[in-house]
């Protein structure tokens, strides 16, 4: 099957620095979508995004949609301690313009940030 | 509210037991999904059903059975032919929207399975 290519796998940072982290695709996905797990729980929906070029923000988090549909970034600005879990990237195989299809999910990205 | 319920939270199986693993949603989503997690891997795809009464294999569906026989519910059997089941599992549903720009992939809490 397809595979994301997550990096880094884990960063250790001070509060208030900034965050990012990317995912590489050898495929085309016509969705990215970014997610945070807290541990124990399931993954939450942070980002969505539907078009090439395209780049959203959700209060300190800003992602952004490759040009050629093949990678998206993360970046988190001034971190702070409940930042801290895993942020997986997930590309999406839509069928027949449906929007509902199997994620790919990328390996993660353990982020731990120190008060 | 709406949400994706599983249970139970934790579960012990003895080696050469089926277990079923739980996945109740109120979303009114047409799409489930089982997800498994293995720490220091991203979510491998077990199986997944976009209507009921019928479903497909995912990437790593060996060992596993589903049924979709409700629109809310997605049981999953992890079989004794699994050979290393202990993992965290997740399940997921999602709407079946024509292109909706409001994509909606919700996950439970998930499951985590250990054999004894």
């Known amino acids: 099957g397809q595979q994301l290519n997550q990096s880094p796998q884990s960063m250790f940072i001070q509060e208030g620095e900034d965050v990012s982290m990317n995912c590489t695709s050898s495929s085309i996905f016509n969705t990215w979508l970014w997610y945070k797990q807290d541990p124990g729980e399931g993954p939450v929906l942070l980002i969505a995004l539907y078009k090439a070029g395209e780049l959203t923000s959700n209060g300190r988090l800003t992602a952004q949609f490759g040009i050629t549909r093949k990678d998206s970034f993360l970046n988190i600005s001034a971190s702070i301690p409940s930042d801290v879990g895993i942020y997986f990237c997930a590309g999406l195989e839509n069928a027949g313009g449906t929007s509902y299809g199997k994620l790919t999910f990328g390996q993660g990205t353990i982020l731990t940030v120190h008060p | 509210d709406g949400g994706i319920t599983q249970s139970p939270k934790y579960l012990f199986r003895k080696e050469g037991q089926n277990v079923t693993l739980s996945c109740e949603q109120n979303l009114n989503h047409d799409a489930m999904y089982w997800y498994r997690q293995d720490p220091g891997q991203g979510l491998r795809l077990i199986y997944y059903?976009?209507?009921?009464?019928?479903?497909q294999k995912g990437d790593i569906a060996e060992g596993y059975s589903v049924s979709r026989e409700k629109k809310e519910s997605f049981p999953l059997t992890v079989t004794s032919a699994q050979k290393n089941p202990t993992a965290f599992y997740l399940c997921a549903s999602s709407t079946a929207g024509q292109g909706r720009s409001d994509y909606g992939y919700t996950f439970g809490s998930g499951t985590r399975l250990t054999v004894v």
């Open positions: 059903s976009q209507i009921v009464n019928d479903f």
